[in-house]
Nanobody
């Protein structure tokens, strides 16, 4: 399994921004990488996916236009830039890796198909 470590979480006011990072122990450019989140009393949900080598991205409707996922293959790092934050974005955010090159928005709803997970980083948005 790939080791993943998230960072960058914290607190922000509604309308503010945060940037999450996910460092990987090996090259994940050819994998399907994603950010998931789990809010209090909620199920884990997919936020955004990226296939770094192909520069392809997919987003949940709830974050489109506000969040941007990106990756730096040289640094083995994935990012999630979160702008225009809302209180409903409050959650534990996890990065995940699916060890296969095929990636699509279907996997936003398939967390069980990801084989490596980070420990999570908390994001709290106050209104």
């Amino acid at each position: 399994q790939v080791q993943l470590v998230e960072s960058g979480g914290g607190s922000a006011q509604a309308g503010g921004s945060l940037r999450l990072s996910c460092g990987a122990s090996e090259d994940v450019s050819f994998d399907c990488m994603g950010w998931f989140r789990q809010g209090p009393g909620k199920e884990r949900e997919g936020v955004a996916l990226i296939y770094i080598h192909g520069a392809r991205t997919w987003y949940a409707d709830s974050v489109k236009g506000r969040f941007t996922i990106s990756g730096d293959s040289a640094k083995k790092t994935m990012f999630l830039q979160m702008n225009s934050l809302k209180s409903e974005d409050t959650a534990m955010y996890y990065c995940a890796r699916r060890g296969a090159s095929y990636c699509s928005d279907d996997y936003l709803r398939s967390a069980h198909k990801f084989d490596s997970w980070g420990q999570g980083t908390q994001v709290t948005v106050s209104s």
